[in-house]
């Protein structure tokens, strides 16, 4: 299986950036798709963007031009380049795995990192 762990969460004023990270270490075949989500108390756990093994990028519509997810080149770690950030963009930040049924590897998330914009 997979672990995951997050880290770069910080505070920060508003325009400014961060980089989130998230390192994986098990096996690698079970290491992509990789996900990016955030939550806040009382709210679900809201999808921002994920990356395929080959590189192709998905994005949520809340941070489409601000946010970008690339990978290591020894793909083991993704990470998430987040710039203009806005207030509304506070919440803990969660790394997660998500490989298809077909290959038998359960979906693994991270323990989170939070960011606080203000």
């Known amino acids: 299986h997979v672990q995951l762990v997050e880290s770069g969460g910080d505070s920060v004023q508003a325009g400014g950036s961060l980089r989130l990270s998230c390192g994986a270490s098990?096996?690698?075949?079970?290491?992509?798709?990789r996900a990016w989500y955030r939550q806040n108390p009382g709210k679900e756990r809201e999808f921002i963007a994920s990356?395929?093994?080959?590189?192709?990028?998905t994005y949520g519509d809340s941070v489409k031009g601000r946010f970008t997810v690339s990978q290591a080149e020894n793909k083991n770690t993704v990470y998430l380049q987040m710039n203009s950030l806005k207030p509304e963009d506070t919440a803990q930040y969660y790394c997660?795995?998500?490989?298809?049924?077909?290959?038998?590897?359960?979906?693994?998330w991270g323990q989170g990192t939070q960011v606080t914009v203000s």
């Open positions: 997660k795995t998500d490989p298809p049924t077909v290959t038998g590897c359960p979906p693994r």
């Open positions: 098990g096996n690698t075949y079970c290491m992509y798709p």
């Open positions: 990356i395929e093994r080959d590189g192709t990028t």
